[in-house]
Structure formats: C-alpha cells, structure tokens
C-alpha cells in the first residue's frame, strides 16, 4: 500500500533535488511505512477520542465504582457467620414454607426418614422428655380406643342380656356356674368382638384347596398357595414335634391379631382364620362341621385328585359356620361327661329330697294334735265343805254348821296330756302290771292305744278303744309298745296305784 | 371351565437348582445369588391345556440329607421333577433316592429327570450318556436345562404334565 502522502510527491521532483534527502528519506519512509502509519494515526485518535469519551464516563464510573465497592463492603459484612446465618435464616424458614405449602407430600417423603432417625435418636437421649411430650397423645389414642372397645361390648353384652331370662339364658348361666365362673363374666366374654375372616377347607394328603370362603369380602389371591404352606407347616410341625403321636396334631396358629383355627379331619382339614375372642362353641361347631362334610362326602375327599368336577358344593356347609348364633346354649356342648353326670345325679337327688320333704311333711302334720293336743273345757265336781247350821238339843235352837253339797260348779282345767303309742304286735291287755294278772283283751298289732300312766320301764297303763266308743283301761309290758312322743316324767310311778 | 389341580415336588440336592428352575418357571426370571430353601417353597402356574387348564401346585424341596425328615412333603404328589447338577457327579446319584421316596407315596406318579446348569459347559462332570442312562433305567424322560438361560426348562415342565395327563 503506498503512502498517500508520498503519492501526492512526485518521485522524479524528489530525485532531481539532491537537497531534500530528507524528503527522500521521508519518502521511503513513506513508501515503506505509510500505511503503518496512517493506521497508528487512525489509532492515536481513537484514543483521543477514547479519552475524551473516559473522561465524560469517568465520573460515572467512579460513581458506580463506589457503589460497586460498597456492595463489596456490605457482602463482606455479610460473609460474617452470625450475619450470614440470620440472612440466610430467613431465606431458609421462608422456602421451607413455601415448599410445604406448595408440595407436602414431597416435603413429608424426604424428610421421613430423617424425622424417624431423629425421633429414635431423641428416644434414645431423653427418654422421659420423649415420654412426657407423646404420653397425651398416646393417652387419647388410648382412651378412644378402649372407648370404641367399650361400646362395641355394651352392644353385644346388650343383644346377650336378652336372652338371659329364656331357658337358653338359665342354662348358660348354669353352665357358668358347673364350669367355676361367673355368669356375668360368661356373658362378657361371649359378647367380645369376634369375625371370621376366612374359611379354607384343605385336602389333607396334597394340600390342594378344596373351597375357600372370604366373608368379610375381602381379595385373597393365593388362597392355593396358603392352603399349601398351612399343609407343610402342619406336617413339619408334626413330623418335628409330633414324636410319632398321630393323633396330636396342629390346631392353632398365632399371627398378631389374627389367629388361624385348625380343625383336622380324616380326609380334609378345615381352617379359620380369625380376629378377636371366638365364642364359646365354636370350635365344636367346626368340629361338628368337619365330621358331618365327612359323614357325606368321606369318599369323595378320600378319592380327590384335584379335579373340582367331582366335588360337591362345599361353600353352603362353610357359611352356615359364618352364621354365629346370638344366644347359643352352650352348656351342653361345653360340659364334659361327669358333669351331666352330676347335673342329672343332683335333679334326681332333688326330686328324691322333695318327695321326702313332702312325706316328712304330710306324717308331721298328721301327728301335730297328737303331738301339741288343744286345752278342752271339761265339768267337773268339786266337793265343799261349808258350814251349815244344825239342829241341836237345846230349847233354844242354835244353828251350827253341817256339811252340804254346793251345787256343781263348772270349772276350766287342762286336760291332760294322751301320749298315744302303738301295739308292736299282738298283746294281752292285763288287769295289772304282772304276767299274772288276769288278761282282759288282745291288742292287735298297730293298734293306738291310749298311755295313762308307767310303772317304772316295765309296765304301762294303757286305755284301749274297742270300737270307736268302748273304753277299757288295763296294763301292757312297755316292750310291746311303740311310743309315739316320749313319755313325761310325771307319768311313771314307782309303784302301781291300781 | 374348572381348573385341575395337581401337586408336584422338585427333588434333589443342595444346589443344583431346583429354587431357580422354580422361579424360571413360574415368574420367568433368574437370580445368581444362592439362598439355601428351608422346609420347603410353594409356587403355582397354570397351565391351559387342550383338555383343559391344569393349576400346577409346585413344591420346592430343601435338597439334602435332611430330605427323609420332610418326606411327609410327598405325600399326596401326582409328579415329580428330579434335578441334578450337571457339574457335580454325586448329584446323579440322588436320582434313585428321591425317585424311591416318591414312588413309595405314589408309584404311578411320572417322573422327570433334568440335568441343570447346562450352560456351564466347561465345568461339565455328567455327560448326556450317563444322564440318558439314569433316566432310562426308570422309563421317564430327561432333559439338559438351564434354569440361568431359560433353556429347556419349560418343555420339561410341560413333559411333566403331559405325563401327569396320561395318568387315569
């Protein structure tokens, strides 16, 4: 490129000129270094005019370099711990919560199982602050549990309550008793929450699920494979534990809440599972199932080989053992042999007791007059002595007493007491008490007979009554005579006063 | 149309991969990792069939020494897959003992015979010939499978019920 200051020269003028070697010196420069030159001129203005330009924005980037420097100042401040942290305290507590608001379920996801780990952690540390801190929680979860429990018991104890007066009621009550507890206590514990939540009934020998019943409406998807693991868990259980008692078998099994009811069979085996307090009961109506599936279909389960074809309809006997009665009288399924022995040995005994009582009772009445006869009014005459006056051998008569007959007075006595006694067997009735005296008449045997009065033990006096009106009094040896009441001391004499 | 049940067991000694075939069978996958079975393991397909479909109830057996203590496991067994380990010899030797056991419970029970593990083709011990052999001597079929690779696996199990069919 040439150098436009140069090209305005004429080369030829430079040349001739011998003077100017400078401007030939210049020229070369130029020619040379021109365009260097015009272009470092280009840039000596750029930068004037930069520098102008600075100069202006000078100002205000100082202005801004002061700001600028001033937020580094506050930044540094901030950088301080305790600063920091209230700054960044503030930013923190305000995303949390937006976060909380915005998404929970993702809030509660991720800190989980940090809060878990802590909450151990704290148990672990200050236990008691812990406990003090959940104990109102739990106490009303608690108390709201057993409220609900409670309710539910009122209900049942309710529906029980009726029919305690009916004989099925009366029964149950006996049972309670035969069996050592309280009715009351029978009564709560029949009326515990109780459900069936499934019902298998199992091949014995496979394992195969013969029918399965889910009353409370529930999915049970590997009803098969459970039925298979109930029959190796029965079969380890006894092949492990059975020592070879085949009779022995697994008949419950434990699992939180729930509790699986076995009750085996020849040819199938029936299993419950179950929640709460079973009834009293039940387990002899799964026995009773068990037996009657049996008694009709033995062969049928004895044969199976897993085809469903040749089964009968089992599902209809399975629910009749969902249908749990209300007022069941258990007694009899519950009381062992000795004692419907004693319940029936103690009816009879009763029975026996009564009748005796009524007899007793019929004989005493019978015997009362004899026993405790009435006072009766009896007349009698009494003799008086009274002065009367009486004539005498003088000339003036003077009156002197004389004995005379008052008239009869009727006076109230005792009449006394008639011990009645009984002819043991035949026996003369004698005139006195001797075996010599002189025989009057026979007493027949079971005769009654009138006691009047006892010569020591030996000899009694008797009053006989011949005929219902005829009285004849005479004396019979005491050995020959029953004594219906004993006889008063007053009676017996030492001697005889015919 | 009902579904017919039948219980099969999966016999033979530790290891040889009776738990794998069981699980290639029934969920179609495999695991590397060993875990001992204890007791015993239950699984169940069902397989359709021209006649019908046929719920296979499959027992998985703990092999070992230990077997006669659960043999009351066999009881009821229409079939029964015998499995040896292909890269142990004394495996083979399980195929008489089991198939005793179970033709003391069932003798018309068919059985089949599988030599597992054939992938592992370097560690080899049992040749087919020694396999064929055993099984002849017992009229059942046998198949080299591999419960890693999903080879043969399933035809021996259809065998099975094939055979299962036949019997009345």
Redesign the interface.
């Known amino acids: 490129m040439s150098n436009p200051q140069a090209a305005n020269v004429d080369p030829s003028e430079v040349l001739s000129d011998q003077s100017n070697g400078q401007a030939l010196i210049e020229a070369i420069r130029g020619i040379l270094v021109g365009q260097e030159r015009q272009h470092l001129e280009q840039i000596e203005n750029e930068l004037q005019t930069l520098g102008q330009r600075l100069e202006a924005k000078d100002e205000l980037a100082l202005k801004r370099l002061q700001e600028l420097w001033a937020d580094v100042q506050r930044l540094d401040a901030k950088t301080e711990p305790d600063s920091l942290a209230e700054e960044l305290h503030t930013k923190i507590t305000g995303l949390v919560q937006r976060t909380i608001q915005d998404s929970p379920d993702e809030m509660a996801k991720a800190l989980g199982p940090v809060m878990g780990e802590a909450i151990r952690v704290r148990i672990r540390e200050s236990r008691k602050d812990m406990v003090e801190a959940i104990a109102p929680i739990i106490g009303e979860t608690i108390q709201k549990a057993i409220s609900d429990f409670a309710r539910e018991l009122q209900r049942n104890i309710d529906a029980q309550l009726k029919s305690t007066f009916g004989l099925a009621g009366q029964l149950r009550r006996l049972g309670a008793r035969l069996r050592g507890v309280s009715a009351a206590g029978l009564v709560i514990r029949d009326a515990l929450p109780f459900s069936i939540e499934e019902i298998f009934l199992i ?1 014995r ?5 013969l029918a399965h019943l889910h009353p409370s409406g529930g999915i049970s998807a ?1 009803s ?2 459970v039925s ?2 109930l029959t ?1 868990i029965r ?2 259980v ?2 492990s534990f059975g020592h070879g008692q085949e009779e022995q078998e697994l008949d419950e099994i434990q699992y939180g809440e729930q509790r699986i009811i076995i009750q085996g069979g020849r040819f199938a085996y029936l299993a419950v599972v179950t929640t709460g307090t079973e009834p009293s009961g039940f387990r002899f109506r799964m026995r009773e199932l068990v037996a009657e599936l049996h008694l009709k279909y033995g062969n049928t389960l004895r044969d199976f ?5 040749k089964l009968p309809d089992l599902s209809s006997p399975l629910n009749n053992l969902t249908h749990l009665p209300e007022a069941e009288p258990s007694t009899t399924a519950k009381i062992s042999r000795n004692q419907r022995l004693l319940i029936v040995g103690g009816l009879v005994a009763g029975l026996i007791l009564l009748l005796s009582c009524c007899f007793y009772a019929r004989f005493t009445y019978a015997l009362l007059p004899v026993a405790f006869p009435r006072p009766t009014a009896t007349l009698t005459l009494t003799a008086t002595f009274t002065n009367t006056p009486m004539k005498t051998s003088t000339d003036t008569p003077t009156i002197t007493a004389s004995p005379t007959q008052p008239p009869p007075t009727l006076t109230m006595t005792s009449t006394p007491l008639k011990i009645k006694a009984v002819a043991l067997g035949d026996v003369w009735l004698l005139a006195g008490p001797s075996e010599t005296a002189d025989r009057l008449v026979v007493i027949p045997q079971g005769t009654s007979v009138f006691v009047l009065s006892a010569y020591g033990k030996s000899w009694l006096e008797v009053e006989l009554v011949i005929n219902g009106s005829a009285h004849q009094d005479g004396w019979v040896g005491a050995k020959w005579m029953f004594l219906v009441t004993p006889l008063p001391a007053e009676y017996i004499t030492p001697a005889a006063i015919p | 149309m ?6 099969i067991c999966l016999l033979g000694d530790f290891a040889v991969g009776k738990t794998s075939l069981m699980r290639r069978f029934v969920e179609g996958c495999f695991d590397d990792k060993y875990l001992s079975t204890i ?2 393991k ?3 397909r069902t397989i359709s069939r021209s006649s019908g479909e046929i ?1 296979l ?1 499959i ?1 998985d057996l703990a092999g070992g020494d230990e077997f006669t ?2 043999s ?2 066999l ?4 079939g029964a897959l015998i499995v040896c380990d292909l890269t142990r010899l004394d495996t083979m030797a399980a195929f008489q003992r089991y198939s005793a056991q179970v033709h003391q419970v069932n003798p018309n029970a068919p059985l089949v015979f599988l030599g597992n593990k054939v992938d592992l083709t370097d560690e080899r011990k049992i040749s087919d010939k020694n396999l064929q052999a055993a099984s002849s001597a017992y009229g059942s079929p046998c198949f080299l499978s591999s419960a890693k690779t999903g080879e043969q696996v399933e035809s021996a199990f259809l065998r099975l019920v094939e055979e299962l069919e036949k019997v009345p």
């Open positions: 091949h020998e496979t394992g195969l699920l590997d098969d494979l298979g693991m190796a079969e380890f006894q092949d080989t897993g085809d469903p074809e | 009902p579904v017919i049940q039948k219980k007791g015993v239950i699984s169940r719920k109830i027992w203590a659960q009351s496991y009881h009821g067994v229409a």
